[in-house]
């Protein structure tokens, strides 16, 4: 075991603070990672809070994680020592149900094992996550990054990035579609740049006047004001996939309806409420509103390439842990653009 500087939350009222931990030491397919950058994720917010329920105290929250590889176990292949490495929202699976086996971890039958918060497969304990100095993890969940990109600009592709890569990618959007992304945040700005680098006609969906200039900077096409109803009007029936990335309670119908017919929504926000949606605005127009979780490791790996090779990171805010709190009230405010990134340095 190794002793650990992390952060952490020792209950749901409590601010994040400096905290000590021991860490287990690589098992024979375990690499071990020295954190350089952690990125800051609203679920790790919820988490610490309890918002969702079932948080295990203390918690150290944290599942966009970027470092190097300062050990590795007897029978590792895929790293040694040196290698840039990345981990993100999964750290182990049950590798046997059929979702398993097909890549896709993060629906596993059995239950994922999350990065932070998450029940060890061996029952020894509860998982502490990226607030860290180091974390150690099966070769099989951890993941090769670029030397060629900002390695702060690369952790938020870690959760944000494969969140909006996924749904993009499984319902095959492309060339010629026309996409709304609706919400421009640490997921929406990340939706915008990878929508319009699979070559689809990108449309910012947004209640802030405020946001359309980033929106054009980020390489959206168009932007309508969904508080504008003559906007709202010019785009009923238009779209063929919108991307929901509000987690704040809105109405889902007034973006249904700007499907056109055999359109997608896919809701990547976690709302705090159900929504109401009647059943004539999918019937009417066979539209169809779906879910989409994260992503599996082949395709979190497919994510990374990706962004490497077209030079795609998020926009970030670099930040001391010590500032950890503050952080996450601007976050609950929207002032961050579009995502905070804690150097690891500063713990």
């Known amino acids: 075991m190794t002793s650990t500087k992390a952060y952490a939350a020792q209950s749901a009222t409590e601010k994040l603070s400096s905290w000590t931990f021991e860490r287990r030491e690589p098992k024979p397919h375990d690499v071990e990672i020295e954190i350089l950058f952690c990125g800051v994720c609203h679920s790790d917010l919820?988490?610490?809070?309890?918002?969702?329920?079932?948080?295990?105290?203390?918690?150290?929250?944290?599942?966009?994680?970027?470092?190097?590889?300062?050990g590795?176990?007897?029978?590792?292949?895929?790293?040694?020592?040196?290698?840039?490495?990345?981990?993100?929202?999964?750290?182990?699976?049950?590798?046997?149900?059929?979702?398993?086996?097909?890549?896709?971890?993060?629906?596993?039958?059995?239950?994922?094992?999350?990065?932070?918060?998450?029940?060890?497969k061996?029952?020894?304990?509860?998982?502490?996550?990226?607030?860290?100095?180091?974390?150690?993890?099966?070769e099989d969940f951890v993941l090769t990054i670029s030397d060629k990109l900002p390695l702060e600009g690369i952790a938020p592709l870690?959760?944000?990035?494969?969140?909006?890569?996924?749904?993009?990618?499984?319902?095959?959007?492309?060339?010629?579609?026309?996409?709304?992304?609706?919400?421009?945040?640490?997921?929406?700005?990340?939706?915008?740049?990878l929508a319009v680098s699979f070559g689809a006609e990108v449309t910012m969906l947004s209640h802030s006047p405020s946001k359309e200039k980033d929106a054009q900077r980020l390489g959206a096409h168009k932007f309508v004001l969904t508080s504008d109803k003559e906007q709202v009007k010019s785009v009923a029936n238009y779209f063929d996939f919108i991307l929901d990335t509000v987690s704040a309670e809105h109405d889902y119908n007034l973006y249904l309806n700007m499907l056109s017919t055999n359109g997608k929504m896919v809701c990547v926000g976690a709302p705090p409420t159900?929504?109401?949606v009647p059943a004539f605005n999918l019937i009417m127009k066979r539209r169809t509103l779906a879910g989409s979780?994260?992503?599996?490791?082949?395709?979190?790996?497919?994510?990374?390439?990706?962004?490497?090779?077209?030079?795609?990171?998020?926009?970030?805010?670099?930040?001391?842990?010590?500032?950890?709190?503050?952080?996450?009230?601007r976050m609950l405010k929207g002032d961050v653009r579009y995502r905070f990134v804690i150097d690891m340095a500063t713990l």
């Not at 046997?96 to 932070?116: A, F, H, I, R």
């Not at 994260?294 to 500032?323: F, R, W």
């Open 293 to 329: 979780l994260i992503g599996g490791i082949p395709e979190t790996q497919e994510m990374l390439d990706y962004c490497a090779e077209h030079n795609i990171v998020s926009d970030v805010e670099v930040i001391n842990i010590k500032d950890i709190n503050e952080a996450y009230e």
């Open 158 to 193: 870690l959760c944000a990035g494969i969140t909006t890569y996924s749904p993009l990618r499984h319902w095959k959007v492309g060339k010629g579609d026309k996409v709304g992304v609706v919400g421009l945040g640490g997921l929406g700005h990340m939706g915008v740049k």
């Open 46 to 70: 919820h988490t610490v809070r309890n918002e969702w329920g079932g948080t295990q105290y203390p918690c150290v929250p944290g599942h966009e994680i970027v470092g190097r590889v300062t």
């Open 274 to 276: 159900p929504a109401q």
């Open 122 to 138: 061996d029952g020894s304990g509860y998982t502490f996550g990226g607030y860290s100095k180091r974390i150690v993890a099966h």
């Open 72 to 120: 590795v176990g007897d029978h590792v292949k895929k790293f040694k020592t040196g290698d840039l490495a990345a981990i993100g929202c999964l750290v182990d699976s049950c590798r046997e149900c059929d979702n398993c086996k097909e890549g896709l971890e993060q629906y596993c039958e059995n239950g994922m094992v999350g990065t932070y918060n998450g029940q060890e």
